[in-house]
């Protein structure tokens, strides 16, 4: 079992950032890809970025290359999304996720096992 709690999420203006943090505890945090996920209201989840189980590799939806970081610490068993340049659009529940080491298909939520409850972030125009 892992269990994973977000923060860092709130209220920002359009243009400005954010860093959110998914703390993981149970199994070794090292044994799983992680990846981030995003809900708008009345909106599908979708992807948004995910980072392989050492940090090396990472993935990210095509839209959002450019603006969105993923990294993790696995010695604070931690993994961080940094978003830059905000956009009203990026508005949304945002969750990290646990897959793993087996899972290919990063991008698709089917592979993930555990997930945390989620974080909003809101960006005003």
């Known amino acids: 079992q892992v269990q994973l709690v977000e923060s860092g999420g709130g209220l920002v203006q359009a243009g400005g950032s954010l860093r959110l943090s998914c703390a993981a505890s149970g199994r070794a945090f090292s044994s799983y890809h992680m990846g981030w996920f995003r809900q708008a209201p009345g909106k599908e989840r979708e992807f948004v970025a995910a980072?392989?189980?050492?940090?090396?590799?990472?993935y990210y939806a095509d839209s959002l290359k450019g603006r969105f970081t993923v990294s993790r610490d696995n010695a604070k068993n931690t993994v961080y999304l940094q978003m830059n340049s905000l956009k009203p659009e990026d508005t949304a529940v945002y969750y990290c996720?646990?897959?793993?080491?087996?899972?290919?298909?990063?991008?698709?939520?089917?592979?993930?096992?555990?997930w945390g409850q989620g974080t909003q972030v809101t960006v005003s125009s």
């Open positions: 996720a646990a897959a793993a080491l087996r899972a290919r298909r990063w991008s698709e939520g089917y592979e993930y096992n555990y």
């Open positions: 980072v392989n189980w050492s940090g090396v590799s990472t």
